[in-house]
Structure formats: C-alpha cells, structure tokens
C-alpha cells in the first residue's frame, strides 16, 4: 500500500520539521488531488469534478476522498501557515458541503471510509477549528455543537464519549460529566475493543457500487485498534478539562 495523505502530514509536525520542509509535501500534495486525468469515481456527484485531496500518495491508486484526511491536511496547512492552494480550498468546501448537507451523520462511512464513525469526523473537525480559526468553518459551529451533544447522548463506547467530549471542550462548550458505573473497570472502558480509531476500508478505492456494498458488509475492512492509543485520547480529554478550568 502507498503512503497516506495524513499520516504524511503529521509526522512532519510529530517531528518538527523546518518550514521549507513542510513546504516541500505541500507543494508534492497537490500532484495527487482530484483533476482531469484521474478523477474520483465513487463520491457524490456533485463532488466529482472537485480538486481535493485524495487520501493516498500512488499514482496507481484510485482518488479516494475521506473528510477526516482531509481535515489532518488542513491542520497541517494552517499549523505551518502554508500559502492556500486550490485544494487546500476544494478540501475545505467538501469537509464545509458534507457537514451542511448531514451527509457525516447519515453516511459517515461514505464520506469518511478509513475513519468512518460519526464521533470520529467531530473529533477531527474540531481539532482543525481549535488550531486557528477558519471563517467559513466557524459558521457551521453550532450546527457542529448540537450534533455533538446529540451523539455523545447516544454514544455506545466510552472512548467515544471521550472524544465527543473533547470536540465540545475545544468549541469552549462545557461537556456533561462521563458517568462510570461502580461495577466497570477504568481500564476495561479505556482498552474496549469496540472502539477502533482507524480502519483500513479496502472498498474505498472501488467503483461506486462497489464501495457502497464492500462498506455496508465490512467486506475487506480492517480495524486498528490500539489500547495505548486509547489511553492518549482519554490524557487529552483530561488537559482540556484542565484548559477550561474543569476538575477531574
């Protein structure tokens, strides 16, 4: 498999690399977007003649779009303050369209397919607004506040009511209290297999149809889970809490 798009962008900002450096894959980036010689085929139609990023770096992948890449490619352009580009700006519209449209609760894995829960898209959305604020974005933040609160009600997992606690805390939204039952382990909630940060969707890649059935019966979807990654979610929780002046 080729490099992803966001994990390329987040190591460079992991390991602070220089300026001209994160320049460098921006500027590398913008060769593996959507465009006339190879475009997405199994998005929304409105969507298919959009410039934004694909999720993978290999010129003999297929585009692939995925919101939440797409948000880790924002944060990173903003977190190093890099000069806008056509995709940088097509991005934001699909991430902006797909939030006004509910298309991240209706169909979630469709338009996030390696993320693929609502929770998940939240999360991201808000970490690319808490970075610095974008205009166009700040708009859609109350529909994002309700929708968050709507889910953390429903939320089956405990990490996911983690996280949705989070995306409030960074829209400066004070989050109802995460209620333990006395009988449940801590570390049992933390390590819950039915959590899974990341997947690997391999009917994202395929043509519409076959997206649509490969995503509804899980055919060829791998989950990654990653308990210490868990327990780094739920330290980051904490330290908002901490930022907003809430005890824990």
Same mark, same amino acid.
């Given at each position: ?7 390329? !962008?987040?190591? #460079?900002?992991?390991? +602070? ?8 894959? @921006? ?12 475009? =997405? ?23 692939? /779009?995925?919101?939440? =890449?797409?948000?880790? =490619?924002?944060? /990173? ?25 509910? @298309?991240?609760?209706? !169909? ?10 609502? #929770?998940?898209?939240?999360? @991201? =959305?808000? +970490?690319?607004?808490?970075?610095? #604020? ?27 009511? !983690? ?54 019966? +899980? ?7 990653? #308990?210490?990654?868990? @327990?780094?979610?739920? !330290? ?13």
């Amino acid at each position: 498999m080729p490099d992803d798009m966001d994990d390329t !962008v987040i190591l #460079p900002m992991a390991q +602070r690399k220089s300026d001209s450096i994160a320049s460098e894959i @921006h500027q590398l980036m913008q060769a593996y977007a959507n465009n006339k010689s190879k475009r =997405v085929t199994n998005t929304f139609p409105e969507y298919v003649n959009l410039s934004a990023y694909s999720t993978w770096f290999g010129k003999k992948m297929a585009i692939e /779009f995925d919101m939440n =890449v797409m948000s880790n =490619v924002l944060y /990173f352009v903003q977190y190093y303050n890099l000069p806008w580009t056509s995709s940088d700006s097509a991005s934001l519209y699909f991430i902006e369209d797909v939030i006004k449209t509910n @298309h991240h609760i209706t !169909v979630a894995d469709y338009v996030s397919p390696q993320y693929a829960t609502l #929770p998940l898209i939240l999360y @991201h =959305v808000s +970490r690319l607004m808490a970075l610095k #604020p974008i205009a166009s974005l700040e708009k859609l933040k109350p529909q994002l506040i309700e929708d968050t609160k709507r889910t953390l009600r429903t939320a089956n997992t405990f990490i996911d009511k !983690v996280i949705l606690s989070t995306a409030l805390l960074r829209w400066g939204i004070i989050p109802p209290e995460i209620l333990i039952q006395s009988e449940s382990q801590l570390i049992d909630l933390i390590e819950d297999e039915e959590f899974c940060f990341f997947i690997s969707n391999m009917g994202s890649i395929m043509s519409d149809n076959a997206k649509k059935m490969m995503t509804k019966t +899980r055919l060829g979807t791998f989950y990654y889970y990653c #308990p210490a990654y868990n @327990h780094v979610l739920l !330290v980051e929780n904490l330290i908002w809490c901490k930022r907003m002046g809430l005890s824990k």
